[in-house]
Nanobody, 123 residues
Framework: VQLQAFGGGLVQAGGSLRLSCSASGGTFSNYAMGWFRQAPGKELEFVTAISWRGASTYYVDRVKGRFTISRDNAKNTVYLQMNSLKPEDTAVYYC?????????????????WGQGTMVTVSS
């Protein structure tokens, strides 16, 4: 499975961005999908995940109520809508896929990774 993430950019604090991640080379609906991020000088953070049909989602506490993950299995795409962005959301964002029917609980449950897309939030 090949994943390609895009949609990053520069936005002011309080603004919004929508990231997209397109998948190819596999049966997209077989995979739970997730987004991770890595800020400069910091460890990789598991941000959010969605189950294979979208029935279940997970969010790290610091993005709850601001970020929304969704997927369109007909388009082989997962989205991350980010609202009320803060400077601390600045990071490289990665999408990832894990073959399972439930929700992944961490980085080790993801099998495929896309290239990152940079999100910069200015204060």
């Amino acid at each position: 499975v090949q994943l390609q993430a895009f949609g990053g950019g520069l936005v002011q604090a309080g603004g919004s961005l929508r990231l997209s991640c397109s998948a190819s080379g596999g049966t997209f609906s077989n995979y739970a999908m997730g987004w991770f991020r890595q800020a400069p000088g910091k460890e990789l953070e598991f941000v959010t995940a969605i189950s294979w049909r979208g029935a279940s989602t997970y969010y790290v506490d610091r993005v709850k109520g601001r970020f929304t993950i969704s997927r369109d299995n007909a388009k082989n795409t997962v989205y991350l809508q980010m609202n009320s962005l803060k400077p601390e959301d600045t990071a490289v964002y990665y999408c990832a896929a894990g073959m399972m029917y439930g929700l992944p609980s961490g980085v080790n449950e993801f099998d495929y990774w896309g290239q990152g897309t940079m999100v910069t939030v200015s204060s």
